[in-house]
């Protein structure tokens, strides 16, 4: 405790780069709970995660059931790559990940990124990967501030005691 | 564990200043510990403050989208009465423990 009092973190500049369930859900748990603890945030979302940003997408994240090897189902019991490839299990198992987490109160992407910037926090999109994917700044959720350059992203990270993050 | 004297009252409280004893809570000691953090509670202050002791007693895990949720104020707001730490400061003023929630 004394240590975290002499030089408190200041900023935190998450970057999130892929667009399923846990690792957007790792950025937002991250980001939000950053600025819950009065910690500058800024979030910095660039290829597949534009994914948690985009008003199609953002509702429909999913868990990866293939080539997930700490992926096991309920009571711990194995799950075999191979079941992960049958329709639907994909889809199960991602519903299954939602309900679990709101059950414990984490809310879906959309009101996620609200209560972020809510607190302050910043959400911001890559323009580079805006460009490949051919989005739009209005493909977008309205809680996203700018759309930026990596060199602008970095000019927001400057600053004593700021940490970046790659989820 | 330390003793603090708050509004003329020894209140007992963990190392990060929350009180352990929920029930030596009242407004007065409330206050105090808000006016250290900078912050000047108002009834809107107060009303929060309730309805996380509320939930407390009741057992409940506190996170902010549950007092966003509660009518009495959005996060937005939260963040405005508690500014810096809206559910961290909210339960120390309330006189509950830290919450043990990420969210």
Redesign the interface.
């Known amino acids: 405790?004394s240590a975290a009092k002499e030089s408190p973190l200041k900023k935190v500049c998450i970057i999130c780069a892929k667009g399923t369930i846990e690792d957007v859900y790792a950025t937002l748990?991250m980001a939000?709970?950053a600025v819950?603890?009065?910690i500058e945030t800024k979030v910095f979302f660039t290829f597949f995660g534009l994914d948690a940003i985009t008003k199609k997408q953002m509702g429909r994240l999913k868990t990866a059931t293939v080539g997930n090897p700490a992926m096991r189902a309920p009571g711990g019991l194995p799950f075999p790559t191979i079941l992960g490839i049958l329709p639907g299990v994909e889809a199960g198992v991602s519903a299954m990940m939602k309900s679990q987490m709101y059950k414990?109160?984490?809310?879906p992407v959309d009101?996620f990124l609200?209560?972020i910037t809510?607190?302050?926090g910043e959400i911001f999109a890559c323009k580079l990967a805006m460009d490949m994917f051919k989005l739009e700044k209005s493909d977008l959720s309205d809680e996203v501030k700018d759309v930026l350059t990596v060199g602008d992203f970095y000019g927001l990270c400057g600053g004593e005691n700021t940490q970046i993050i790659f989820t | 564990m330390a003793t603090k004297t708050y509004a003329g009252q020894a209140v007992e409280v963990n190392?990060?200043g929350y009180m352990v004893n929920a029930s030596q809570w009242n407004r007065d000691i409330a206050a105090e510990m808000a006016k250290e953090e900078g912050i000047e509670l108002t009834e809107k202050h107060y009303e929060v403050l309730e309805f996380l002791r509320n939930s407390n007693e009741k057992g409940e895990?506190l996170?902010?989208?549950?007092v966003?949720k509660s009518g009495i104020t959005?996060?937005?707001g939260l963040?405005q009465l508690f500014?810096?730490?809206?559910?961290?400061f909210s339960s120390k003023f309330a006189g509950i423990p830290k919450p043990a929630?990420?969210?």
């Open positions: 405790m748990v939000n709970g819950m603890e009065g414990l109160d984490i809310p009101e609200e209560m809510a607190g302050g | 190392d990060e895990t996170t902010i989208r549950k966003g959005d996060i937005k963040y500014p810096g730490g809206p559910l961290k929630s990420c969210v």
